[in-house]
């Protein structure tokens, strides 16, 4: 499984500007491992873009106060949606490897009755595999990538000073 | 499960201050869920305690540095305490899916030797060798076995582990070193 990367951080620097630069690691985390996720013969490949959509996700709960609020809630809504997407694919993976593993423990007579559940499975993970190239290209479409990268800006932005008062008037002479 | 909200972020805030406020409260929502979790029927509260674990987990994990030397062993013990509740989990999925299965098994070969029997007065016991899944049934009522015992052997391992965590003080510790600040020299490049 693909590390994630080690992002420094001091306790006095704003919360706002660690949020923008964590936000911006984690994104480039997810889509680095987007290349090849729909290729069923390697089941790490999902399994690492999984992790980083959870840990984006994860960042942007954390920090959710920093970001501009109308923008922020669709972004983590569609980063949960394709975090969902890499779940269909990724659990049946698991639940076949898992039964793999289990099934060479029995004695012979007894694989068939796994074997025929690994091949229900197979049909899943195929399934999964659809939801998730769906997934992949609408994500594509609504520009999540930009977006997310817009929203680390809006949070490393100095906020607007507030205007002056506007000076009392004179009384009437 | 909907994470608690946090009272008092502030963007402009230092780090430090608002991840201490949201690891107290993501603590206290994963210390919440004993004694309840303690019985093993509880697999919803058992599944909540698990997502509130990975929240205080992903929380440690960035801002532990922030914080006093304790964060850091927390962050492990939050990561593997995930991981117990985790291999839990996946049992309570997969023993329903086995069971499902092995009822479709069992309804397919019931149609299939009702039609077998045609007019007959009454079903040839025979005739079960004949059910397209005969050879199926064993494997998956090993693999129900093995599922059910494998839940309860991690589930003691589970309450083991919680405890250990109660005996050598981890929420009073970790409640402790966020209140610390970690000696940082130098401000990250931005």
């Known amino acids: ?173 | 499960m909907k994470a608690r909200k946090v009272p008092g972020l502030d963007p402009d805030a230092p780090l430090a201050d608002n991840a201490e406020r949201i690891v107290r409260v993501r603590l206290d929502e994963l210390c919440g869920f004993m004694p309840l979790v303690a019985d093993p029927e509880e697999i919803v509260a058992l599944h909540d305690m698990r997502i509130a674990a990975k929240r205080l987990r992903y929380i440690l994990e960035i801002t532990g540095p922030c914080f006093g030397p304790y964060a850091s062993t927390a962050t492990k013990l939050t990561k593997d305490l995930q991981d117990a509740l985790g291999e839990i989990h996946d049992c309570d999925v997969q023993v329903p899916e086995a069971e499902r299965f092995a009822e479709r098994l069992l309804t397919a070969d019931a149609v299939a030797l009702h039609a077998a029997a045609e007019d007959a007065e009454d079903l040839d016991p025979a005739l079960l060798k004949q059910a397209p899944h005969a050879r199926d049934h064993a494997g998956v009522a090993a693999l129900q076995t093995h599922l059910r015992a494998r839940r309860q052997v991690l589930f003691d391992r589970f309450l083991e582990l919680w405890g250990t965590y109660e005996r050598k003080g981890f929420r009073a510790r970790l409640e402790y070193a966020i209140g610390e600040r970690a000696d940082v020299a130098a401000e990250p490049h931005r």
């Open chain 1, 1 to 173: 499984m693909a590390k994630a990367a080690d992002i420094d951080v001091t306790p006095r620097e704003p919360y706002r500007r660690a949020g923008a630069r964590i936000v911006r690691v984690r994104t480039r985390e997810l889509f680095d491992h987007a290349e090849g996720v729909l290729d069923t013969g390697d089941i790490e490949g999902v399994h690492d873009m999984r992790v980083a959509s959870r840990r984006l996700r994860a960042v942007l709960e954390i920090f959710a106060p920093c970001f501009p609020q109308s923008e922020f809630k669709g972004v983590l809504r569609d980063v949960k949606q394709l975090a969902d997407a890499l779940g269909e694919r990724r659990d049946p993976d698991v639940h076949i490897d898992a039964l793999r593993t289990f099934s060479r423990s029995l004695v012979a007579a007894n694989r068939h009755g796994v074997a025929r559940m690994i091949e229900d499975l197979e049909e899943r993970q195929a399934r999964g595999n659809e939801l998730l190239a769906a997934e992949l290209e609408r994500m594509q479409q609504r520009g999540l990538h930009g977006r997310l990268l817009a929203l680390a800006d809006a949070a490393d932005t100095d906020p607007e000073p507030e205007p002056d008062p506007e000076p009392e008037a004179e009384p009437a002479a």
